[in-house]
């Protein structure tokens, strides 16, 4: 039998087993009217459970240890899963109950109006062989449980990395939604465009001294993009020949030259990639 005790706004389900009378009916009838009617302490459910075979008591006896065991794990399984399930829908917490469903339906009308599955449970089967059958079941959920949550955490990872990409300093954020087409020199033999971080301390000294920091830089190429709290991101144009030597020197004056090439189809790539994720 299954009884429901409501502790304040909890619905608390405890599974009885009540000694036999003559028949079950008897049975249910002495323990609804003591705890529900007489005293309305719980409200009372039949648990349906089919005749199983039983064996013998050494059988049962041989089986009980077992049955511990796999009660134990079936349970640490299915806490990791409503453990991990309020982490997946983070700020929604309050919505956890509503999502945990058995076989598609909340869990206290599972409860309430249990059925055994025979097609899946058969039982003509020993008690032994469909303790064997549950345990398989578990054992799949657990591994289903691990690819998933690998997958989930994958997921998680690489959006965090791409959130911090796009809300970093200059220094480390993706550029490629802070620049355009037009802030480079494109397709030429020998000239590139660099993308510089200046601390916003080191402006005025970049702007004296990034056309002299190296021969071969365009004069008045330098161009601000944008900028944040700490930096100003710039474009400069110089001679490719020299980009490394440009680069080195830029860097003892504590400008960082970023690694970026502006090409339009991996950008997009890139954009769709986050935009899938």
């Known amino acids: ?31 609804n009217n003591v705890t529900s009617k007489q005293h309305n302490l719980s409200v009372n459910f039949k648990f349906q459970i089919p005749d199983l075979k039983v064996g013998t ?32 829908i983070e ?19 599972y409860l309430t109006k249990f059925q055994w599955e025979s097609a899946k449970y058969p039982v003509k089967q020993s008690l ?13 959920i657990e591994s289903e449980l691990k690819v998933k949550s690998q997958a989930y955490n994958t997921l998680k990872s690489s959006i965090e990395s791409i959130e911090r990409k796009q809300t970093g300093s200059l220094v480390s954020r993706d550029l490629a939604d802070l620049v355009k087409k037009e ?20 402006v005025s000294d970049w702007n004296s001294h990034y056309e002299n920091l190296t021969d071969m830089v365009v004069p008045r190429s330098s161009k601000l ?11 400069v144009t110089l001679f490719d020949k020299v980009k490394s030597e440009f680069s080195l020197k830029a ?22 990639e986050r935009d899938k994720l």
């Open 225 to 235: 993009i944008t900028e944040d709290a700490d930096y100003c991101l710039y474009t």
């Open 251 to 272: 860097r003892e004056r504590r400008f960082i030259v970023r690694d970026f090439t502006y090409d339009e189809e991996k950008l997009a790539e890139g954009k769709n």
């Open 183 to 202: 802030d480079f020199v494109l397709n030429s033999e020998y000239l590139t465009t660099l993308v510089v971080v200046v601390p916003k301390s080191g």
């Open 128 to 140: 032994r062989n469909l303790a064997e059958i549950i345990s398989k079941k578990i054992n799949q």
């Open 91 to 109: 700020d929604h917490n309050d919505r956890l109950a509503e999502l945990l469903l058995a076989n598609g339906v909340e869990m206290a009308q």
């Open 57 to 88: 008591l050494d059988q049962l006896v041989g089986l009980s240890d077992d049955l511990g065991k796999l009660d134990v794990y079936a349970e640490g399984i299915t806490r990791k899963i409503a453990s991990y399930l309020g982490d997946v």
């Open 1 to 31: 039998y299954l009884t429901s005790e409501t502790r304040l706004t909890m619905t608390e389900y405890w599974l009885i087993s009540a000694p036999g009378e003559k028949t079950c009916q008897q049975t249910w009838e002495t323990l």
